[in-house]
Nanobody, 127 residues
Framework: QVQLVESGGGLVQAGGSLRLSCAAS????????MGWFRQVPGKEREFIAT????????YYGASVKGRFTIARDNWKNTVALQMNSLKPEDTAVYYC????????????????????WGQGTQVTVSS
């Protein structure tokens, strides 16, 4: 059974940092590109970051580039999102996602490209 379990969300002041983690199981983690998205009520799920299945390629959404960093550990089957210089507009539910990738450097930014999703973790940034 495929599972993606996010953790690390919480309440932080503007300017602070949080590190989200996603633990994957039930599939061959190293065969999948991973992504992070976020969503606020009433809005579309927004792409945040993606990393290729071997970790050599990454890509970020414009709203977080330079502040957030995605990384993965294929031994531990985890993907992390380090979030620095947080802003109130970063407040959202953050989701981990996975998509099988044939090309080792393949990265994916569209929500519909991903096969598996976690349940999400809430991040709240106070001003």
């Amino acid at each position: 059974q495929v599972q993606l379990v996010e953790s690390g969300g919480g309440l932080v002041q503007a300017g602070g940092s949080l590190r989200l983690s996603c633990a994957a199981s039930g599939f061959t983690f190293s065969s999948y590109a991973m992504g992070w998205f976020r969503q606020v009520p009433g809005k579309e799920r927004e792409f945040i970051a993606t990393i290729s299945r071997i970790g050599g390629s990454t890509y970020y959404g414009a709203s977080v580039k330079g502040r957030f960093t995605i990384a993965r550990d294929n031994w531990k089957n985890t993907v992390a999102l380090q979030m620095n210089s947080l802003k109130p507009e970063d407040t959202a539910v953050y989701y981990c996602s996975a998509r099988r990738a044939i090309i080792p450097t393949g990265i994916f930014t569209a929500r519909d490209e991903y096969e598996y999703w976690g349940q999400g973790t809430q991040v709240t940034v106070s001003s």
